[in-house]
């Protein structure tokens, strides 16, 4: 296969993702202190992979290797059902407390990382001030020695 086409992700791998999807939101509360409704997007993806690793993946930590509930996606159309009838209020609220939980360390990864990161971001606004949108190249020209200093894969 491809190197691109990989089918099987890691734990490790999510919650990198999770503290990527929670930079905007928190680089808006860097730089205006103040959020806007420009991160719901990410937000909501964020939530919903942090659901999907504890109920689907048997990612939780606190919960163990186990699923919970049945999803049923319907391929017609853009949502799934998700049969929760066979999970107690108490393990729900544990699954709830798990998701919060994941979300909770990625905002913490993102801070460290949009904070660490504060010369490149200011270099990137002004860029996007001047200019609206930004290159791949020009923005990875910002940012040299790449993504692991950045924080992201190194468990910041």
């Given at each position: 296969?491809?190197?691109?086409?990989?089918?099987?992700?890691?734990?490790?791998?999510?919650?990198?993702?999770?503290?990527?999807?929670?930079?905007?939101?928190?680089?808006?509360?860097?730089?205006?202190?103040?959020?806007?409704?420009?991160a719901s997007s990410?937000?909501?993806?964020?939530?919903?992979?942090?659901?999907?690793?504890?109920?689907?993946?048997?990612?939780?930590?606190?919960?163990?290797?186990?699923?919970?509930?049945?999803?049923?996606?319907?391929?017609?159309?853009r949502f799934t059902?998700?049969?929760?009838?066979?999970?107690?209020?108490?393990?729900?609220?544990?699954?709830?407390?798990?998701?919060?939980?994941?979300?909770?360390?990625?905002?913490?990864?993102?801070?460290?990382?949009?904070?660490?990161r504060e010369t490149?971001?200011?270099?990137?606004?002004?860029?996007?001030?001047?200019?609206?949108?930004?290159?791949?190249?020009?923005?990875?020209?910002?940012?040299?020695?790449?993504?692991?200093?950045?924080?992201?894969?190194?468990?910041?």
């Amino acid at each position: 296969l491809p190197v691109e086409d990989v089918r099987m992700y890691s734990r490790a791998k999510f919650r990198d993702d999770l503290a990527v999807m929670l930079g905007g939101y928190v680089a808006e509360l860097e730089t205006f202190s103040d959020i806007t409704t420009g991160a719901s997007s990410d937000l909501k993806q964020a939530t919903d992979l942090a659901r999907r690793m504890v109920m689907d993946f048997g990612m939780s930590e606190t919960l163990g290797a186990r699923t919970f509930g049945s999803r049923e996606e319907h391929a017609s159309s853009r949502f799934t059902i998700r049969d929760t009838s066979d999970i107690s209020p108490k393990v729900a609220e544990e699954i709830d407390h798990e998701i919060s939980r994941l979300i909770a360390e990625a905002r913490v990864r993102a801070e460290k990382i949009i904070k660490s990161r504060e010369t490149e971001r200011e270099k990137l606004v002004a860029e996007l001030l001047e200019k609206e949108t930004v290159e791949k190249e020009a923005f990875e020209a910002l940012f040299p020695d790449g993504p692991k200093k950045a924080g992201v894969g190194i468990g910041v």
